[in-house]
């Protein structure tokens, strides 16, 4: 019976980070810096919105698009937060980021569209464009502090160019972009027959620096994500958030409409308080955020480490000083140290070489991590 399946599901692939999780699951005692969820819990005044929520009895269906005060609480957000303006009709609510991103792919690709991305990348990106029965093209921005800039972008664009997908900040690099790269890249595409996907799921966790969004200077042409599940520690409950112009969004509500209806009731009003009382939780994390890195930043310097400091999310991406493949030296640093990392690989082949550490975890962790890290680097060739 597999021969009757969907041929373009069939060939995508676990995810390499899944992959890795299953052997780090047969070791015991493992400090894991490979977690990509904050390890805050949820604002208790938001789980408190939530109960309340399931006591008056809002347990039914709402708005395909989600309630209309969470929408206007959306738009009110990301106009305080980022100087954007978009109307209630411009707005879905959706199952997570993951969803928006889906729905957003699903919606505009046709067979054969190529879709622009950075190398290396979080992988949840590629299988969708295939699905979609687009193309993707990695853009190798490795020799570029790991951003991809016009510059780099217009080398990719061809006549079959559908989609720019900008993840920024990035996982798994951390790194954003300034104000002048983005302008420059909606100069580049303006008026082209190509959409960006800016993918901002990390916009309230940013160093130093306040997130600026391409949606300010190319909105027509911008389909922005974002969510509560980063800033708000809020993975769990399945929000998120898709802009753009109406007439676009539209269409994607249909795709969202047949694909889940809504998103959870309980969870919008959850929603709805984070986005109102809670405007400003992520900041207490933020701060606890970049002290570890800070920290992180220190120790693999000292290590000799020639590491690209992040300015954005809560991940190193670090190149492996050893030599090893990724894959293997992950899996020897598991199995000597007991300290789990991902694998660069699993980032697109673009990211062999390097690997992949979360500062969403204590200090502590951090402090053993970091350590057994070291231990191994001062022992490789000597076993």
């Not at 909606?186 to 990390?202: G, H, M, Q, R, T």
């Not at 980063?230 to 969202?256: C, D, Y």
């Not at 590491?307 to 190193?316: E, K, Q, R, T």
Request: a negative charge.
């Amino acid at each position: 019976m597999e021969s009757l399946l969907n041929e373009n599901v069939k060939n995508i692939q676990i995810s390499g980070i899944r992959k890795f999780f299953n052997l780090v699951a047969e070791y015991d005692h493992v400090v894991s810096l490979t977690i990509g969820v904050p390890d805050f819990p949820t604002p208790d005044h938001v789980k408190e919105a939530a109960i309340r929520a399931i006591q008056e009895n809002i347990t039914t269906y709402t708005h395909n698009a989600g309630r209309i005060d969470v929408r206007k609480a959306a738009c009110h957000f990301v106009k305080e937060k980022y100087k954007l303006q978009y109307n209630e009709n411009e707005v879905i609510v959706t199952v997570g980021a993951s969803e928006a991103i889906d729905i957003a792919l699903r919606t505009i690709l046709s067979k054969g569209d190529e879709v622009i991305l950075p190398g290396p990348v979080y992988p949840g990106y590629e299988p969708l464009i295939q699905l979609s029965g687009g193309i993707p093209i990695y853009a190798d921005v490795r020799q570029n502090g790991f951003k991809l800039t016009a510059d780099i972008v217009e080398k990719y664009i061809t006549e079959q160019t559908k989609c720019i997908i900008l993840p920024y900040p990035s996982n798994p690099t951390g790194v954003s972009l300034e104000a002048d790269e983005l302008t420059a890249i909606a100069s580049l595409v303006k008026e082209k027959n190509i959409f960006v996907i800016a993918d901002e799921i990390y916009s309230e966790l940013t160093y130093g620096r306040t997130h600026v969004s391409i949606a300010q200077f190319l909105k027509e042409q911008t389909i922005l994500i974002n969510g509560l599940s980063k800033s708000h520690a809020m993975t769990g409950w399945r929000i998120g958030l898709l802009f753009g112009p109406e007439k676009v969004v539209q269409n994607m509500l249909k795709v969202h409409q047949y694909n889940v209806s809504c998103a959870t009731s309980i969870s919008q009003m959850a929603a709805l308080e984070a986005l109102t009382n809670g405007i400003n939780d992520a900041l207490p994390m933020r701060e606890e955020y970049q002290n570890r890195r800070d920290y992180c930043y220190q120790e693999l310097t000292k290590m000799g480490i020639d590491v690209v400091l992040p300015d954005g999310a809560f991940y190193f991406f670090v190149p492996i000083p050893t030599g090893e493949p990724s894959f293997q030296f992950a899996t020897n640093l598991l199995r000597e140290q007991r300290i789990a990392v991902v694998p660069g690989d699993a980032f697109s082949s673009l990211g062999e070489g390097y690997f992949r550490m979360s500062y969403s975890c204590s200090m502590q962790q951090l402090e053993k991590g970091l350590n057994g890290i070291r231990a191994y680097l001062a022992g490789f060739g000597n076993n």
